[in-house]
């Protein structure tokens, strides 16, 4: 019997913390795979919308979920973050405008205005204008799969562990191209590192 409210069985209490009992539980009632959406979707449509435009995003974001709805019998419980596996997704779809994105990367390079975080009422000084410049120039000249690695990792807060998982590598795979689109980004930088990625040894 289903909860009419909740879309839920009845009495049966879902963990709010654990993606994989979410999606375990929507395979009999699909209805509660809209809670997936609700807590990842928005947080995810920055993420695509920094790197594709706000154009692009909405499309992309759906096209994740739709695609993750379709799998998601086939998602591994053993992982209780849909993070990695929903980023993952998107991944792949981005890699479809990879044009489009290295164009939104050297127009921020002209003006090192990012329209995105930068309100039209808001003016940056000289400094930041330079660095947004600067790193926009960096990520337009890395290499796809390079520039993937870096930007899970600093714009989407993920660890090794979950890039690997996201892009179905192996963790010393992450760990290599990690460390050289963060070299190729300081150099073009003049030695400094805008990102929040974590330092770790490439070995080991």
Known sequence: MIDEVTGRPAGSELDPELDSELIRRSEQVPELFADLFDRH?????????????????????????????????????????????????????ILRHRRVEVRLYRALARTGVDELTEPYADRVDDRVAAEQAGLAAALAAL???????????AWADMSYDDVARALDIPIGTVRSRLHRARARTRRALGGSDPTTAR???IDG
């Open 199 to 201: 330092e770790e040894p």
């Open 143 to 153: 290499p796809a799969a390079d520039r993937e690695v870096l930007l899970l990792v």
């Open 41 to 93: 979707a928005a947080a995810l449509r920055r993420y695509v919308a920094r790197r594709l435009g706000d154009s692009l995003a909405d499309d992309v974001v759906s096209d994740t979920f739709l695609t993750a709805f379709r799998r998601r019998r086939h998602y591994d419980a053993a992982h209780p973050d849909a993070r990695p596996w929903l980023y993952g997704i998107a991944a792949r779809l």
